[in-house]
């Protein structure tokens, strides 16, 4: 085969392999960053689903985020709540991913830990 012929395919075969090599490249990196905000938040446990999957919380304000509220917060790991009892007052990262919100590193702290949390909340998951 002729050397310019041969220099010519090389060429083309590389051109068109090259956006493919930046797709599979940019893939790659999407993965590494699928979390796409954590937040270090305190709230008080309520309970897990039946299967779970999530636990169910009552949170402080997230700033810029989020206002207080009671939500579900999906979780890789159901034994990191089997500890948990309701009224439990926690501190975890809130995950925000393409899929949705988790809570992961999640901590007990101690019974006493003040909550902002605003009137309509701060009974929340208490005993009565």
């Known amino acids: 085969m002729n050397l310019k012929l041969?220099?010519?395919?090389?060429?083309?075969?590389?051109?068109?392999?090259?956006?493919?090599?930046?797709?599979?490249?940019?893939s790659d990196e999407h993965e590494a960053g699928m979390d796409k905000d954590v937040f270090e938040v305190k709230g008080r446990y309520l309970s897990t689903d039946m299967r779970g999957e999530s636990i169910s919380v009552v949170h402080e304000?997230?700033?810029?985020?989020?206002?207080?509220m009671r939500m579900s917060l999906r979780i890789d790991d159901a034994s990191v709540a089997e500890t948990l009892e309701t009224g439990d007052i926690?501190?975890?990262?809130?995950?925000?991913?393409?899929?949705?919100?988790?809570?992961?590193?999640?901590?007990?702290?101690?019974?006493?830990?003040?909550?902002?949390?605003?009137?309509?909340?701060?009974?929340?998951?208490?005993?009565?």
């Open 6 to 26: 041969h220099y010519r395919i090389s060429l083309v075969l590389i051109c068109l392999l090259m956006p493919l090599a930046s797709v599979s490249c940019g």
């Open 90 to 128: 926690i501190q975890f990262d809130m995950v925000r991913t393409e899929d949705g919100w988790f809570a992961r590193n999640i901590e007990l702290l101690p019974p006493d830990t003040e909550l902002d949390l605003p009137d309509h909340l701060r009974e929340v998951g208490l005993p009565q």
């Open 61 to 68: 304000t997230v700033p810029d985020v989020m206002m207080a």
